[in-house]
């Protein structure tokens, strides 16, 4: 005879005696996958926008609802971060392939705007030339889009994990960074913070050796760090001054495969041009980024923000441009030698 089998109840699928609702409450939240869980935090910091933002000279500010009836400057600029996380959830959510591009992608834009939400009581102050302090909102929402980065940092670091040789590369080109950044004397501006250097040499080096993610994390987040701490002009300059202007350099990340000629192919003319094209790509980035500092924290307007900043990233980009093409070949050895 044979018995009728019986289908057994998992704890997985159905609470037991033995089980309170709050196992079977977590057992569930673990089946969420990446991009659900995403999507839902992403919502839960655009909700946060709701909240009290900030107190501005004594008042309490609501963005969603004082923004389109006050004068507030920055307003809509850091509104514009909360839809960032929800944008990023939900294009994780409806994606149907898999992406490394637009992991590293999401991560940078994720990361944006924790800090800008963090660092919005800083930026309305400047502009707005008045005492700010934070309030729930963007406590709330900057831990909560924290909160994806961390979750986008695990997908990221799952897929993108540093071996001890990269490390080491990355370590010896942010240290040189910071060398021609600190240390070798370059060509300071006396109206302000600003110098011509070499300090981009070795983070287009690090981009054309690395991988988009790997790249921002060592350069927006490593090197843009450190040296925020050792110019000492304060946090609130790091989105815009460091991980967004040097950050971008990153970009170069993206086409380097067409810069450079396959194993055992010549040099051609167009690789030198996407390899030039990269560079002032990235140089053009660090502007970018610079000048929405310039503008926000300074309160330049836009035409001499773009001057003061042209006046010494462009020559440094350009001393930089020079050096990179003595640098071609001996990068292309090093890339077929070395490969990541």
């Known amino acids: 005879m044979h018995s009728k089998n019986k289908t057994s109840e998992t704890p997985e699928t159905t609470p037991n005696k033995k089980q309170n609702k709050f196992d079977w409450f977590f057992i569930q939240l673990e089946k969420i996958n990446i991009a659900t869980f ?21 008042k309490s500010v609501i963005l969603a609802r004082d923004a389109f009836t006050s004068n507030y400057r920055g307003s809509f600029f850091i509104l514009f971060f909360y839809f960032i ?17 637009w992991d590293a992608f999401a991560f940078a834009l994720t990361l944006t705007s924790a800090i800008i ?3 919005s009581a800083s930026i309305l102050a400047s502009v707005n030339d008045a005492k700010v302090t934070l309030n729930a909102g963007p406590i709330i929402g900057g831990i909560l889009a924290i909160v994806m980065v961390l979750a986008l940092m695990r997908e990221n670091f799952a897929r993108n994990a540093f071996s001890i040789k990269e490390i080491s590369e990355a370590a010896l080109l942010v240290a040189a960074a910071l060398v021609f950044d600190q240390v070798v004397p370059g060509i300071r501006l006396s109206a302000g913070a600003g110098s011509i250097n070499l300090a981009m040499l070795p983070l287009f080096i690090i981009a054309f050796r690395f991988s988009f993610t790997k790249s921002w994390l060592t350069i927006g987040v490593v090197f843009g760090l450190i040296s925020n701490l050792m110019d ?13 202007a040097y950050g971008l350099i990153s970009f170069v990340s993206l086409i380097k495969e067409f810069a450079f000629p396959r194993k055992g192919e010549k040099v051609k003319w167009y690789h030198l041009n996407i390899f030039v094209t990269a560079i002032l790509i990235g140089t053009v980035g660090r502007l970018i980024g610079s000048t929405i500092s310039s503008l926000l924290l300074y309160g330049y307007k836009l035409g001499p923000a773009l001057s003061y900043n042209i006046l010494y990233i462009l020559p440094s980009g350009a001393s930089v441009l020079v050096i990179m093409l003595l640098l071609y070949k001996p990068l292309i050895y090093i890339n077929e030698r070395f490969k990541h």
């Open 38 to 58: 995403l999507f839902i935090v992403g919502m839960l910091t655009l909700v946060s926008m709701l909240l009290p933002q900030f107190t501005l000279n004594g």
């Open 85 to 101: 996380p929800v944008i990023v959830g939900l294009i994780s959510y409806i994606k149907s392939k898999e992406s490394k591009i």
């Open 117 to 119: 939400l963090f660092s």
């Open 232 to 244: 000492g002009w304060g946090f609130a300059t790091y989105p815009f001054d460091y991980f967004l």
